[in-house]
C-alpha cells in the first residue's frame, strides 16, 4: 500500500518561500506520476504541480515561475519549492501518486493528509 507523508507547511509572509517535502513509501523506483494540489475550503482542488516518471512536469499557470517540484528516487521524497508566495497561495496542500495519472494531481489514487500553508500580506 502507497502512503504518502507531507511535512514542511507553515506560515510565511508574502514574498517568502517554503518547501514542502513528500516522504513515499510502499513501493520503490520512479514508476508513478507524482504531483501536490492544494485546496481551500468551500473551493475546488486546484493542481498545482506534476512530475512525471518520464521526467516531464506541469505546473499550474497561477504558480508557474514560482513553484518548482522535484523528487529524488533514491530516497522516495518528492519535494516542492514555493517561492514569491502570495496570500491567495494559501491552502491545505496535498501530495499525490498515481501509476497513470498524471494531471490533475487531485485525481491521483493515492494522496497524503496534507500540509497547512498559510501566507499572510
Known amino acids: 500500500q502507497v502512503q504518502l507523508v507531507e511535512s514542511g507547511g507553515g506560515s510565511v509572509q508574502a514574498g517568502g518561500s517554503l518547501r514542502l517535502s513528500c516522504a513515499a513509501s510502499g513501493y520503490t523506483g520512479s514508476s508513478y506520476q507524482m504531483g501536490w494540489f492544494r485546496q481551500v475550503p468551500g473551493k475546488e482542488r486546484e493542481g498545482v504541480a506534476a512530475?512525471?516518471?518520464?521526467?516531464?512536469?506541469r505546473y499550474a499557470d497561477s504558480v508557474k515561475g514560482r513553484f518548482t517540484i522535484s523528487r529524488d528516487n533514491a530516497k522516495n521524497t518528492l519535494d516542492l519549492l514555493m517561492s514569491s508566495l502570495k496570500p491567495e497561495d494559501t491552502a491545505m496542500y496535498y501530495c499525490?501518486?498515481?501509476?497513470?495519472?498524471?494531471?490533475?494531481?487531485?485525481?491521483?489514487?493515492?494522496r497524503g493528509q496534507g500540509t497547512q500553508v498559510t501566507v499572510s500580506s
Open positions: 512530475l512525471g516518471d518520464d521526467g516531464s512536469t
Open positions: 499525490a501518486a498515481d501509476l497513470v495519472v498524471f494531471w490533475p494531481p487531485y485525481k491521483a489514487r493515492y
